[in-house]
């Protein structure tokens, strides 16, 4: 341990420094660089006898301090400020022969900058050292992983909420092979992303509130006027054998679409990604697109009214981000709701009442009897509210 406290100040403004005695050594980001190297300062922060040795970045040349170069009243910390201007300085007088220095590989920092040399990732320290952030991976450019330092505690990441990844990426006790991992992980999840990407761009997806995120493993998109399709891939790693499709809409409807669904289902081509297939199964050419897309004109059937409020709280998004998508089964009645409204309205009914997940009621409008599952509806803006 460093004496009496006096690099204290030293080792906070520089934590991937490690001090023994009166030598320090390690890792550390100056304007934007990386240098690895070692001080010995016996009379800290003075720099009478002071010795540096610098790993200069890329190359295993180092050199020694050279007072020639140094102001007579600098301490060790105007010393490391000026670093870059000296290294260039070191570079022609860096001795051929040589030795790298050699930092223990428990040290954190050191490992952060070999991961810093050019890679498929973008690396960013936060300015106290304490938070790594790993960014743009090639060929998947949505995707993050932050770590804190040097706990290696994820802090942040880009993949599906539904898996608990911290929990199989920690188990990892070094940088190298989490960031690995996760690298491989991204790999594996293709498929899943692949399958939400036709849904993403040509369908009116209106929940998650757009914009979706890699996070998300479930989408809901309008299938016609009052229908929507809620599908979830609950295994991102088996996105087709975990797939859940549910049609929301008048009973009647959904009854007529969920006969053509499970029929479809049982002629699923594996060649085809899950838009294609529901395509396939709805024997129509595309799902209707956002309004203002351009798209929609196109096929006189489709005319998807642009957001249609709530008929109990007169509002389109609530808080959590849920929009109305549970109709009236009167059709006569094209009214529309958030399944939170009139879940509250079937509570102060009399004759409203539960059955299994099924809650029983009538429209606030036409009095028509309703039956919803609102479980099942409401189930992912409880997950998104306690994210
Ligand atoms: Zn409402
Ligand atoms: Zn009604």
């Known amino acids: 341990m460093p004496e009496s406290g006096k690099w204290d100040d030293f080792i906070l403004r520089y934590p991937g420094i490690i001090v023994s005695g009166s030598n320090a050594k390690g890792t550390v980001k100056l304007k934007g660089k990386w240098y690895r190297l070692k ?83 973008l690396l960013e320290l936060n300015d106290a050292c304490s938070l790594l952030r790993f960014s743009k991976f090639t060929a998947y450019e949505q995707h993050h992983l932050q770590v804190e330092l040097p706990t290696l505690r994820i802090t942040e990441h880009s993949l599906p909420d539904c898996v608990p990844w911290e929990e199989q990426l920690q188990k990892y006790d070094n940088l190298t092979a ?134 109990i709280c007169y509002s389109y998004q609530l808080e959590e981000g849920e929009i109305p998508i549970v109709s009236c089964d009167n059709p006569q009645c094209t009214l529309i709701y958030h399944a939170a409204c009139l879940k509250e309205w079937f509570n102060t009914l009399t004759d409203g009442k539960d059955f299994l997940s099924v809650s029983f009621g009538s429209c606030p409008f036409c009095k028509t009897k309703l039956s919803t599952s609102f479980t099942e509806l409401l189930a992912n803006y409880f997950l998104m509210i306690f994210e």
Request: hydrophobic fraction near 40%; proline fraction near 7%; charge should be negative.
């Open 178 to 311: 989490m960031v690995q991992q996760f690298h491989n992980y991204l790999q594996d999840l293709q498929p899943f992303y692949e399958n939400f990407a036709d849904i993403d761009e040509l369908c009116y997806v209106v929940q998650p509130t757009p914009p979706v995120s890699t996070k998300h493993n479930w989408r809901l998109f309008v299938l016609r006027e009052r229908v929507f399709i809620k599908l979830v891939l609950s295994d991102p790693f088996a996105p087709i054998s975990s797939m859940s499709v549910q049609i929301i809409g008048p009973t009647q409807a959904v009854e007529e679409l969920r006969r053509t669904l499970s029929d479809g289902l049982s002629e699923w081509d594996a060649e085809l990604d899950i838009h294609k297939n529901l395509l396939r199964i709805f024997d129509i050419c595309y799902f209707p697109m956002p309004p203002g897309s351009g798209w929609m004109d196109v096929d006189g059937e489709v005319n998807i009214s642009e957001q249609k409020f709530c008929n």
């Open 39 to 121: 001080v010995m300062c016996p009379h800290f922060p003075k720099l009478q006898e002071a010795q540096l040795e610098l790993l200069l970045p890329q190359q295993i040349k180092f050199t020694r301090l050279r007072y020639e170069d140094l102001e007579a009243d600098w301490t060790l910390y105007d010393l490391m400020e000026n670093l870059p201007q000296l290294q260039a300085k070191y570079i022609n007088a860096a001795s051929p022969n040589a030795k790298s220095i050699e930092i223990a590989s428990s040290n954190i920092y050191s490992e952060i900058a070999a991961l810093y040399a050019p890679q498929n990732y």
